[in-house]
């Protein structure tokens, strides 16, 4: 039974870091802070804050990747801002594939274990 469960996770994982991932962390970390801002204002905050809990969410790969989360997370929030929730999930999944095409995460996830 835990061989069938792994070669569905197997099979599964590539399409939701590819495009479940981008659709629905973009939605609760950029979509929905992005309606804060338009009704409080604060770029720089709510910017800040949802980059931060969006770096947070993979603290299983590392601190270095949550740096590296965290910095793209504000550059997600910039994408957001100027041209969109669309762009913005387009940017993470590009990032998702340049991260699974030289294999960072897996190496991570073993240098985590």
Do not use: C
């Not at 009704?39 to 601190?63: D, E, K, N, P, Q």
């Not at 999930?89 to 897996?106: D, E, G, T």
């Amino acid at each position: 039974m835990i061989k069938k469960w792994q070669s569905f996770i197997d099979i599964l994982e590539p399409w939701w870091t590819l495009i479940g991932a981008p659709v629905v962390q973009e939605f609760i970390f950029r979509f929905i802070p992005y309606q804060i801002f338009i009704i409080y204002g604060r770029f720089y905050l709510v910017g800040i804050v949802s980059s931060t809990l969006f770096a947070m969410i993979h603290w299983y790969f590392g601190w270095w990747f949550v740096l590296y989360t965290f910095i793209g997370g504000l550059v997600a929030w910039f994408v957001m801002v100027n041209y969109g929730l669309l762009w913005v999930i387009i940017l993470h999944s590009v990032a998702n594939i340049i991260l699974l095409k030289f294999r960072v995460l897996q190496k991570l996830k073993t240098n985590h274990d």
